[in-house]
């Protein structure tokens, strides 16, 4: 730019010794290093001079309190650069932002400031939203809308220009950069760039977090421009446009804190005073968010009629075909239910499966098979076969909920659908009974399943299945070489290292982005325990300290058939179907498509799992599980 140094950072500080340093480091670590760091302490007693003091390359200025505006103009004026920044003590410089402004001011030489964009973070840096950034139209009729420079720290001055504007108005306590930013727009030209140059972090002190006092500051700034707008008719209506965008602006700031102070108990009296604050700033806001209220109102209401309606619709659209109608079993005994159609190759394993485990009974609900499922399952003792015809996609959660509550209501219930074969650690030492007594002990309402998918070394068009025969025999790979774990949230956690797991070889081989391969398959059904939210997650419920394994058979001989199906007749819903459409997309162009990848790996047990930390268990239940197996050995001694 023609000068000995190019660019100076001032940094103002009050009472933010605390943070001072960070902003100083953001300058010092510049792709183009500052010519010249000022910090400007406006009568702090925090001591910020002791921060300065190990960092020779930096000048210190010390002056009695005199505010913002004040400290800025001592910067100013004591700059020998011809571009200057001002960052606050609690924010921080990107690493580009000096190199970003000095190439957007040498594109646009006659600016009397440029800017970036910004991102707004937390006390820890950590981002909230996406980076803002406006793009400069006409300056001065933009900022008078409501201004596009979002963070002072993002704009990097021409020194000599802010001097001859007179740089910032000292009588003003807040908003003085927008009223420089005004000021400069009425005879110089503004220029943007859209590279996000500066951090603002929110902490709780900032200074622009009262909104009342701000759009106070805002206005007042804002009329100052009232005369020389009104001689433009473009800048008149933007004029006018601003003094109400400001209000609503302001005002919705103030609604939102006050929603959440209201959703804190505690702070009942804060929402009430927020909302009239936001009533006398503009009551525009309110009114849209109670517009907003009232159309979620309607929405849910309309919602809760349509699930009534279902709900009394399944009770007299399900018909009895087989088996009790009613049952009676213990909190130590355990019921399966499984919504089925055609499920021909899997009925017989499913049923020995369950059976094999200790499970007590099993209720089918069929979904309009076309094949002899009911059948099948019809020649078994301790087995209940309902059947309905109403839509699986508009039915689905209801159809569970119906079946857990009628026959498992107050005692525990396992979900399962036809190719969910369910399995928990150590379950060859471990009884169901003794698991369940177990969950009882503690106070546990729910377990939660991580599902295995399954499938065969052989392509997909080469694998056939027998009903007679066990459907799983062929299907003893897996690959969980996919599979991304997020914190779990649908209920109370004892032990956390449970998560939920996304992707899987279904993401790898089709691309899926399916709900999650978590379920809370095994729930006890109480009044407090909302089955089936989300599909497959219980809510209000404490889950257990271990998890439990779904092993999935999806790829088998009917895999072809049944997506084919699915994708056509769309009866998952819009969700899932979503995901069989992906499944036909490839498998119709590879029917050989093989799943078994150098990853896959041979299923030989539920334990090995915990190793590969797919599964996880606490001390306690191992703890619990060694106790059950030196009682089985004293036993099967005596």
């Not at 707008?229 to 103030?254: I, M, N, V």
Request: aromatic residues 10%; proline residues 4%; charged residues 25%.
């Amino acid at each position: 730019m023609g000068c000995s140094r190019c660019v100076t950072v001032v940094i103002t500080t009050y009472n933010h010794a605390h943070f001072l340093a960070e902003a100083i480091d953001s300058v010092i670590g510049q792709n183009h290093p500052a010519d010249e760091i000022i910090v400007v302490d406006d009568g702090s007693s925090d001591d910020p001079g002791t921060v300065v003091a190990s960092r020779p390359e930096v000048q210190f200025i010390r002056q009695r309190k005199q505010g913002l505006a004040s400290a800025r103009n001592t910067g100013l004026w004591a700059a020998s650069s011809e571009a200057i920044v001002f960052l606050d003590a609690d924010d921080r410089l990107l690493p580009n932002a000096l190199e970003q402004g000095l190439a957007c001011l040498a594109r646009e030489p006659r600016s009397g400031l440029v800017y970036g964009g910004h991102r707004r973070t937390d006390a820890k840096w950590g981002p909230i939203g996406e980076d803002r950034y406006d793009p400069v139209g006409d300056p001065y009729t933009d900022l008078l809308r409501g201004k596009p420079i979002g963070m002072h720290a993002a704009v990097m001055y021409s020194r000599d220009r802010l001097r001859e504007i007179g740089g910032f108005d000292t009588s003003l306590q807040r908003c003085e950069d927008y009223d420089v930013y005004l000021r400069m727009a009425q005879t110089h030209p503004i220029a943007s760039h859209p590279n996000t140059v500066a951090e603002y972090r929110i902490h709780g002190a900032n200074i622009s977090l009262d909104n009342r006092d701000m759009l106070h500051w805002i206005l007042k700034v804002h009329e100052r421009q009232k005369s020389f707008a009104l001689a433009r008719p473009d800048a008149a209506k933007a004029w006018h446009f601003g003094r109400s965008f400001w209000r609503d602006y302001y005002s919705e700031q103030t609604l939102v804190s006050a929603k959440q102070a209201w959703i804190q108990s505690s702070h009942k009296l804060r929402a009430i005073r927020g909302l009239l604050n936001s009533m006398l700033m503009s009551p525009r806001p309110a009114a849209r968010m109670a517009m907003r209220a009232a159309r979620m109102a309607i929405r849910a209401g309309a919602k809760s009629i349509i699930k009534k309606y279902r709900t009394l619709r399944l009770r007299t659209g399900v018909y009895h075909v087989y088996g009790k109608s009613r049952l009676n079993y213990s909190q130590d005994e355990l019921v399966v239910i499984c919504v089925v159609r055609n499920g021909r190759i899997y009925v017989n394993s499913f049923i020995k499966h369950y059976f094999g485990l200790g499970v007590k009974h099993i209720v089918f609900l069929d979904n309009g098979s076309t094949d002899d499922t009911i059948q099948i399952a019809s020649k078994y003792d301790n087995v209940t076969v309902l059947k309905t015809d109403l839509p699986y996609s508009k039915y689905e959660n209801l159809m569970k909920n119906y079946l857990a509550r009628r026959f498992s209501k107050g005692r525990w219930n396992l979900c399962a659908d036809i190719d969910e074969f369910f399995d928990w650690p150590f379950s060859r030492t471990v009884s169901i009974g003794s698991l369940l007594r177990y969950l009882n002990a503690r106070g546990y309402t729910a377990v939660v399943a991580q599902m295995l998918d399954l499938f065969s070394d052989l392509p997909l068009a080469e694998v056939r299945d027998d009903p007679e025969e066990d459907v799983t025999k062929n299907y003893k790979y897996y690959d969980i070489s996919n599979i991304s774990k997020v914190a779990y949230i649908y209920s109370r956690l004892s032990y956390d290292h449970i998560k939920m797991h996304l992707g899987g070889i279904r993401e790898t081989i089709f691309g899926t982005k399916t709900l999650g391969l978590t379920k809370a398959a095994l729930v006890f059904v109480g009044p407090r325990i909302q089955l089936f939210k989300v599909w497959h997650h219980a809510e209000n419920a404490y889950l257990a300290n271990f998890t439990c394994v779904l092993l999935h058979y999806p790829f088998t001989s009917s895999f072809y058939d049944k997506v084919k199906d699915a994708a056509a007749t769309k009866r998952y819903g819009p969700v899932t179907s979503d995901e069989y459409d992906l499944y036909w997309a490839r498998l119709s162009r590879e029917p050989r498509l093989t799943l078994h990848l150098d990853t896959a790996r041979r299923y030989i047990g539920v334990e090995p799992l915990i190793d590969e930390g797919f599964l996880v268990a606490s001390s306690d239940y191992l703890d619990w599980v060694g106790r059950e197996r030196r009682c089985s050995e004293k036993s099967s001694l005596s």
